[in-house]
């Protein structure tokens, strides 16, 4: 059979084929009713198509469309909200108007750049009887444009050129303002200026009338302007991460980046031995020495710490990750073979992201209280051997981090303090329809790249019944096994499956009283004759059902069947 004539019959599918705020779409079945509800109340970072790290989502700025919103800051100004027909069609282009003080006229929100450039946009037309230019700036920067609404040319520049602005005409008297601007990665505020002729950044005396029509805000890291995005308070967005080069569904906890300047390696906070760095590069210098850049953390929680970087060779190919300030473990990492090798840390991973670049992981105990020292160390051979530098050769690295818990999470910015992304939530309730009672089949496929360590995947469990009392489990244990449990009012099965290699494996279930058989990778390894079958009507991933033992990996699909699939059918899904 092929893969669509199995999967067309299952009661639930789950992969990354969509999602909008709070929302990871089933693709099976098609009515919502198998569709996740997705909780976290912050933003975060993915790896995107590209291999590129990007924030989530990636237009940085809220209610993009909503500027009366209390997130965006008036000054001398009022929004008329809802006043016009927007580009796509919908009532909810807002007016920006001009109060009747002598001052700037401006709307304007903050937001961290985390990127060495970023590009901007804003849709604008002419308010009818009453123009003003209209400018869109980040404004510590001090880069920006004034345009004319009207005819769509522009009037001034502030810190750019012809070459950084682009300005597209649309339908019905609309104009798109887009701009690149390279920077800093600080703290900005995005502007929306009122200008009275080529006045627009100093005050002038508005009228109370004047203004510009403006709708679909948007702010993405990197030169390349993304299609627009909608955003409402960019909380709750569900993650597709491309680490594993396809889409897989992230579910992670809450951690704190404790690296501060974490994309910053010329700043002063990383201390430097016989090493300089250019941007993103650390560079050797002429002197026989170790060469290394180390920045100190303190933890206040005992237990397992994680350090994480992207790396890739640029002349010299590979880098040594020392924790020198409580454990002195190491790990050495191939940037030209993808390898880990000299592992003292508890434990070491190397993902590869394309174009040569790698996610260096390494994983050790500190206690409670201790300080934690990220050093890296830049070689040629993969050896503690002092050698001459030729200022030339080095290391590109970025994405700098340190966290509590065994596993490397997706990249948290950081510039001057440390920040804490929350946990994400990925939980579907009263579903029993969905799920065989007496019978049926659980396959999940997932990315396994950091061992070691208790993670759950997938948990399958009554709403109503106390931790573990009625479920079907799939997690992760520190020995590097997949172990799979059956609870119905006490163990029915239990069973470690050893993983014989990291990368993609699925897992799947099929049961019924009597019976149930467990497969890794196609392969049944576990057949169980003596079990009842528990009662269930929810799933949660990436955590067991209390929100304990989380993964802080990806998953690529869930599927569940009501009926006992085949050998052969099992073997197909993997």
């Known amino acids: 059979q092929t893969n669509w004539s199995i999967i067309k019959n299952a009661s639930l599918v789950l992969t990354p084929n969509g999602y909008k705020n709070s929302k990871l779409f089933a693709m099976v079945p098609s009515d919502g009713s198998g569709d996740m509800t997705w909780t976290r109340a912050s933003d975060k970072t993915r790896v995107n198509e590209s291999g590129l790290v990007e924030t ?176 409402t308070d960019r909380l709750n967005i569900p993650s597709i991460d491309y680490s594993s080069g396809t889409g897989a569904i992230l579910v992670e906890p809450q951690a704190t980046n404790l690296v501060t300047y974490s994309r910053d390696f010329e700043n002063v906070a990383w201390s430097k031995t016989d090493l300089t760095v250019s941007g ?26 994680t350090m994480s970087v992207i790396a890739k060779a640029d002349g010299y190919n590979f880098i040594r990750f ?48 201790s300080s934690f020292g990220f050093r890296i160390n830049v070689t040629p051979d993969g050896s503690l051997t002092p050698f001459v530098g030729d200022g030339i050769k080095g290391v590109l690295i970025d994405y700098a981090q340190m966290e509590t818990g065994g596993a490397a999470t997706s990249y948290i910015p950081t510039v001057a303090s440390t920040v804490t992304r929350v946990a994400d939530l990925v939980v579907k309730n009263g579903i029993s329809a969905l799920i065989g009672q007496t019978e049926g089949t659980i396959v999940c496929k997932f990315n396994y790249y950091q061992p070691n360590r208790d993670a759950y995947i997938l948990d399958v469990f009554d709403s109503l019944g106390t931790l573990n009392q009625r479920n079907f489990a799939i997690w992760l244990n520190t020995s590097n096994f997949v172990i799979v449990q059956v609870n119905n009012s006490g163990s029915q099965v239990s069973s470690s499956l050893g993983i014989p290699s990291l990368g993609v494996h699925t897992v799947a279930i099929t049961y019924k009283l009597n019976e149930v058989k467990l497969y890794l990778d196609g392969v049944l390894l576990v057949t169980d004759t003596s079990c009842t079958i528990p009662v269930t009507d929810s799933y949660r991933l990436g955590a067991r059902s209390d929100g304990a033992i989380p993964y802080g990996n990806t998953i690529e699909n869930v599927m569940l069947f009501e009926t006992i699939l085949t050998d052969l059918q099992i073997q197909s899904l993997t």
């Open 56 to 231: 989530l989502p990636y237009n940085r700025l809220g209610y993009s469309e909503e500027f009366s919103n209390i997130s965006w800051t008036k000054t001398n100004a009022t929004i008329t909200a809802n006043a016009i027909t927007a580009p796509d069609g919908t009532l909810t282009a807002d007016s920006l108007i001009e109060d009747s003080t002598s001052a700037t006229h401006i709307v304007r929100k903050d937001l961290s750049l985390n990127s060495d450039k970023s590009n901007a946009f804003l849709y604008v037309k002419a308010k009818t009887g009453s123009v003003r230019n209209v400018g869109i700036l980040f404004n510590s920067t001090s880069k920006g444009v004034l345009v004319n609404p009207s005819s769509g040319t522009v009037v001034s520049y502030l810190g750019l050129t012809a070459s950084d602005v682009t300005i597209e005409a649309l339908p019905d008297g609309w104009f798109k303002i887009s701009i690149v601007v390279s920077h800093a990665q600080i703290t900005e505020n995005f502007r929306i200026y009122l200008g009275n002729g080529t006045t627009w950044t100093s005050a002038y005396l508005g009228d109370g009338v004047s203004g510009v029509h403006i709708w679909g805000a948007q702010s993405t890291a990197g030169s390349t302007v993304k299609p627009y995005l909608k955003t």
């Open 280 to 305: 993103k590069k650390l560079i050797p210098t002429a002197v026989s020495n170790l060469h290394l850049i180390r920045k100190n953390s303190t933890t206040t929680t005992a237990g397992k710490q």
């Open 322 to 369: 020392w924790e020198d300030a409580s454990t002195g473990k190491q790990c050495y990492f191939d940037l030209i073979n993808g390898t880990a090798t000299n592992v003292t840390m508890d434990s070491c991973s190397i993902i590869p992201l394309g174009d040569g670049y790698y996610k260096c992981i390494g994983v050790v105990t500190v206690g409670a209280a």
